[in-house]
């Protein structure tokens, strides 16, 4: 067997991408599935889609993201800490055992590693005792004689379960399996208990969580950024930065100080290319509602500095940022195009609207 480097570079530690060395490996199936696994990685970092990927190599969406997740697991499980054995058996094979574990955290990956090499579990039994390791690291108070080893959170799993069943077929099923994984002996005498503890505990249902599914694309508001509340400055609009969105939910991240404010999802938003928020007064505005003063939320796109007779635009005037229409082209410099200009909801009685059994069945 070939010997593979103590400490193979992650894809991130690459300066010089070979695209079609890469490829080319990946045809081929050169190296270890890790390597096919950082590559695919890189490959898809460096613009390249699942799909290409798969046309060009023949490595499935489905495939690529497994040895991708994988190889992260391994190298997450390298990091912890793990024996030469397991080192060597999942650095050329069992990329599908490593990426059942993603769920854990390292130093769990790492003992469940060890823990499946030494029991010679296959995919399917991993898959069930990472969710008994997780669902076991999710108690507050640990249960009396379970310890956090894999196999004592495998053999609490199925003591639990044999507790709740009335079946004696299927509690000897789970009996049998919590002896075969428990580690310490504190473990196995609770399970051993149940042998000749028949007593019967009922499950408590878990309620269902309140999932629900976005319909309309006007439900899923696109946040930005506030520049802040006129007067303002120039430079206050040109600070705000650029958001970059991330589907499926439009979450942004951004660093530093800063006010966001959600948009519902109309066209005009949608479309917009750097659209950033104004707070100001209804009077401050050109052409102010005939109703009276209130703040309203005025959204400029930066990115259409044109000059349009039919638009609204943000202009430096000596370098504070006003809001107004030109017959003509300005000499002012065009700061952004308005497209939206919002009124918050009118309510008449808020304090109605909060008692619930005022609401309509």
Not at 3 to 13: H, K, L, S, T
Not at 227 to 244: I, N, S, W, Y
Not at 329 to 345: C, F, H, N, S
Request: hydrophobic residues 40%; negative net charge; glycine residues 4%.
């Amino acid at each position: 067997m070939t010997e593979i480097p103590p400490n193979v570079p992650q894809p991130d530690a690459q300066t010089d991408i070979d695209e079609e060395g890469l490829l080319r490996s990946l045809r081929r199936k050169e190296g270890t599935w890790v390597e096919w696994g950082q590559a695919c990685q890189t490959l898809q970092k460096a613009g390249y889609s699942p799909q290409r990927i798969f046309e060009e190599t023949g490595f499935e969406p489905i495939q690529q993201n497994q040895i991708i997740v994988a190889a992260q697991v391994y190298h997450s499980i390298l990091n912890a800490g793990v024996s030469e054995a397991v080192r060597q058996h999942f650095g050329f094979r069992g990329s599908d055992v490593l990426y059942e574990l993603r769920v854990l955290t390292q130093t769990e990956r790492a003992a469940m590693a060890e823990f499946a090499l030494e029991k010679s579990l296959d995919m399917d039994e991993v898959h069930e005792a990472a969710k008994a390791v997780k669902d076991f690291s999710r108690l507050s108070n640990k249960p009396e004689g379970f310890t956090d080893h894999p196999g004592d959170a495998i053999a609490h799993q199925a003591w639990k379960l044999a507790r709740q069943q009335a079946d004696l077929q299927e509690r000897s099923r789970l009996i049998a399996r919590g002896l075969r994984f428990a580690h310490s002996n504190t473990a196995r005498q609770q399970v051993e208990q149940l042998l000749t503890d028949f007593t019967v505990t009922p499950a408590t249902p878990p309620p269902r969580l309140p999932i629900y599914r976005l319909e309309a694309t006007e439900e899923l508001p696109r946040l930005l950024p506030v520049a802040g509340k006129l007067p303002l400055t120039t430079a206050d609009l040109q600070a705000v930065p650029l958001v970059e969105e991330i589907e499926p939910f439009r979450m942004v991240k951004f660093s530093g100080t800063g006010a966001w404010v959600p948009v519902p999802g109309w066209q005009v938003i949608l479309a917009a290319e750097d659209p950033v928020v104004i707070l100001c007064d209804s009077e401050a505005l050109p052409l102010p509602p005939p109703a009276g003063s209130e703040e309203v939320l005025v959204v400029v796109d930066r990115a259409e500095r044109e000059w349009d007779s039919r638009r609204y635009c943000a202009v430096d005037q000596a370098g504070q940022l006003q809001i107004q229409w030109f017959e003509h082209p300005p000499e002012a410099p065009i700061l952004g195009q308005v497209i939206l200009v919002m009124r918050p909801k009118k309510v008449l009685d808020e304090d109605y609207t909060k008692e619930i059994w005022q609401i309509d069945e």
